[in-house]
């Protein structure tokens, strides 16, 4: 092992290139050596091993089995060391790597995915973890590690001094209906046009849900009453498609619902005046660096604003 443990690159190869040409003098020039530094460095390699490396003739040098033995290994871990380097630069340079990311729904539709598509035809090895939840779960993950940087709201119980926050795109809350809704088709439709339907929304406290019952509240109206709670996109689509009820998502998740490749048969009621989210952030932990392929995504996602 002390043997093993003492040789370096430089060694191996220059064991490689004395096998290759039989001759020390010709190794040495391939490696800008001296004759004389090639022949010391030989001889220490030899003292380490136990044994001469080569039998040297008047016509050149030869393998011992000592030798054949170095020179098998030698190679095998040259190649390691290649490949190493060769990883390394790569990973330095953002081309390779494991990303983890969590966002929230709308910003993961319309922001974080065209991110994805334009990092991953630079840079196709890039290994992404993406999940998509609400903002306290993604934020507790941030701070646990679990996350290089998250897309969602900070919520109250976090000090902001803790993360790199960046503003990111405002949200528009598009109500959606199935096509045979009495609303659907209908220019401006009005909050209290919307108040005789049963809803599927999100639970109490998720932004859309807050946005939705800000803009009922403004106007001096009591929330929908009839609601289904349930954040899952199957349940929105199984009620959508045998029942007038409406469902507020945000208009990223809207669009892909129904021009996408899921290819929903949903409208978007036209409404008389907006409902908006407030905006998410990009939240990134101060205390640690991003590694450089999150850092690529990173550019990317900011990109995109």
């Known amino acids: 092992m002390d043997f093993a443990k003492r040789l370096k690159p430089v060694h191996l190869t220059l064991i490689g290139r004395i096998a290759e040409t039989g001759q020390l003098q010709r190794a040495a020039q391939m490696m800008a050596m001296s004759q004389p530094a090639a022949s010391r460095t030989l001889a220490e390699i030899e003292a380490q091993a136990g044994g001469p490396l080569f039998e040297r003739h008047a016509k050149g040098m030869e393998l011992t089995a000592l030798g054949e033995l170095c020179i098998r290994h030698g190679k095998i871990i040259l190649e390691e060391y290649e490949v190493l380097e060769r990883e390394a630069r790569r990973v ?110 999100q639970e109490l406290g998720s932004p859309i849900r807050q946005a939705v019952e800000a803009a009922f509240h403004a106007s001096a109206l009591a929330v929908p009453s009839r609601v289904t709670n349930s954040s899952s996109l199957l349940v929105v689509l199984a009620l959508l498609e045998s029942t007038d009820v409406i469902a507020p998502l945000t208009m990223e998740v809207a669009r892909m619902l129904a021009h996408g490749p899921l290819g929903a048969n949903v409208v978007d009621l036209q409404l008389a005046e907006p409902i908006m989210v407030p905006p998410c952030l990009i939240i990134q932990s101060r205390y640690r660096q991003l590694p450089s392929a999150a850092e690529r995504m990173l550019r990317a996602v900011f990109g995109q604003l």
């Open 92 to 201: 330095a340079a953002g081309e390779s790597g494991h990303v983890r990311i969590g966002a929230v729904t709308g910003p993961a539709v319309g922001l974080l995915m065209p991110a994805v598509r334009q990092v991953k035809a630079s840079a196709p090895d890039i290994e992404l973890t993406i999940e998509v939840g609400p903002s306290t779960e993604l934020v507790r993950g941030l701070t646990e590690g679990r996350f290089d940087f998250v897309i969602a709201r900070l919520p109250p119980e976090h000090d902001s001094r803790d993360f790199r926050l960046y503003p990111a795109r405002s949200e528009t809350v598009a109500l959606l209906a199935r096509p045979e809704h009495p609303l659907a088709g209908r220019p401006e439709v009005t909050l209290p046009d919307l108040l005789d339907y049963e809803w599927v929304i």
